[in-house]
């Protein structure tokens, strides 16, 4: 149990359209990012937010953006699906404290753009 | 951050020890090497890290070279539901602003009966 989840677990989508992923992460870990795993391939840094602003992305266009609420909750927005985007999406949430903290992911969203 | 490299797959019989190797021979001194694994379908489960001493916990031991060029983990009783891909990644210590986990292909573990 890593106190991360997500939802929706799988959905479908029509290329072009736009989806939010949502994430809750443990109380007390302020940092979240989110990773996309295509099929057969390990997962790719998406981006990061720490107290609600980005601070770190990966190799990905604007229109896949996030947000990140006081709550612990975040989402993850993509605009103008393509079908490339049919991966799991992961979240991962850890405690920015001290050295060597442990980053933990959720379930995942599985995403399917037809 | 350090690249890993893993053997791709490996295989171990039920109940003997699974020793999966991880050659991470451009690591800095502020570098950890956690490992993960991936269930089929599931998200990635923390199972280790550690710097330069071996350290132990109830899921696994990691073991690092004193040259901390190289690392293994060990299962020690491999059990079915231990089949999955296993992920060696090397960490800075603070990453500063991102601080993402870098996956390379890792290794398919496969338990036999």
């Known amino acids: 149990e890593t106190g991360v989840t997500q939802s929706p677990t799988h959905l479908i989508k029509t290329r072009g359209q736009q989806v939010t992923l949502r994430c809750s992460s443990q109380s007390g870990h302020n940092t979240v990012s989110w990773y996309q795993q295509a099929l057969g391939q390990g997962p790719q840094f998406i981006f990061q937010y720490y107290r609600e602003e980005e601070n770190g992305r990966g190799n990905f266009p604007p229109r896949f953006s996030g947000l990140q609420f006081p709550n612990y909750s975040s989402e993850l927005n993509v605009n103008a699906l393509e079908l490339d985007d049919s991966a799991l999406y992961l979240c991962?949430?850890?405690?920015?404290?001290?050295?060597?903290?442990?980053?933990?992911f959720g379930e995942g969203s599985w995403l399917t753009v037809v | 951050d350090a690249k890993t490299t893993q053997p791709p797959s490996m295989d171990c019989a039920e109940g003997r020890a699974a020793n999966l190797p991880c050659n991470h021979s451009?690591?800095?001194?502020?570098?950890?090497v956690y490992w993960y694994r991936q269930i089929h379908s599931q998200g990635p489960q923390y199972i280790i890290h550690?710097?330069?001493n071996n350290e132990t916990n109830e899921m696994a031991s990691l073991i690092i070279t004193e040259d901390r060029k190289s690392s293994t983990l060990i299962l020690p009783h491999a059990t079915l539901r231990d089949t999955a891909v296993y992920y060696c990644?090397?960490?800075?210590?603070?990453?500063?602003?991102?601080?993402?986990?870098?996956f390379g292909s890792g290794t398919q573990l496969t338990v036999l009966p």
């Open positions: 990644i090397v960490r800075p210590i603070s990453s500063g602003s991102a601080r993402q986990l870098t």
């Open positions: 991962a949430s850890s405690a920015r404290t001290g050295s060597g903290n442990t980053i933990y």
């Open positions: 550690g710097l330069k």
């Open positions: 451009t690591i800095s001194g502020n570098e950890y």
